[in-house]
């Protein structure tokens, strides 16, 4: 018989999808910083719809509203829309879209699962992000501190 948990499963996503939003992530944080701050991102989009592409992104992946995403969260941010129910396949076209620059696409499940985490007397989200680190610590295909 199998145990019940009304703890969510931490579901990672691929090594593929890792990578490709890590490229994403490198493309934003030109000055190879570790971060992303409004201001690259600003740039990042470059178009009429970049403010607001861009306060859309910092609401859902900034969750701690610090004005920076680490890559840690931006990988948590990406595990977790997995998580509800998000396909790798539909993570993976969310992501190409980005590549190309196109805008930012509001994930309302995600949204819902951040509003009940900061209700939590202990955040799963810091412990999604905690795990990114240790999954990049020992990943070879990524280098920051």
Not at 58 to 84: C, H, M, P, R
Request: glycine share 4%; with cysteine; net charge positive.
């Amino acid at each position: 018989m199998g145990t019940c948990s009304n703890r969510p499963e931490h579901k990672q996503i691929s090594e593929n999808l890792r990578l490709k939003a890590i490229m994403i992530f490198q493309k934003i944080d030109i000055q190879n910083k570790g971060y992303i701050d409004k201001e690259r991102t600003l740039q990042f989009w470059q178009s009429n719809f970049a403010k607001l592409n861009t306060e859309a992104l910092f609401s859902q992946v900034d969750y701690k509203k610090s004005g920076n995403i680490t890559v840690q969260e931006w990988l948590a941010f990406w595990d977790i829309v997995k998580q509800q129910g998000y396909t790798e396949q539909e993570i993976s076209d969310e992501l190409d879209q980005l590549q190309e620059g196109k805008a930012w696409v509001q994930f309302y499940k995600v949204d819902a699962y951040i509003r009940a985490d900061r209700e939590r007397h202990k955040t799963q989200i810091d412990s999604i992000v905690q795990m990114e680190k240790k999954t990049l610590q020992k990943s070879k295909s990524f280098n920051y501190n």
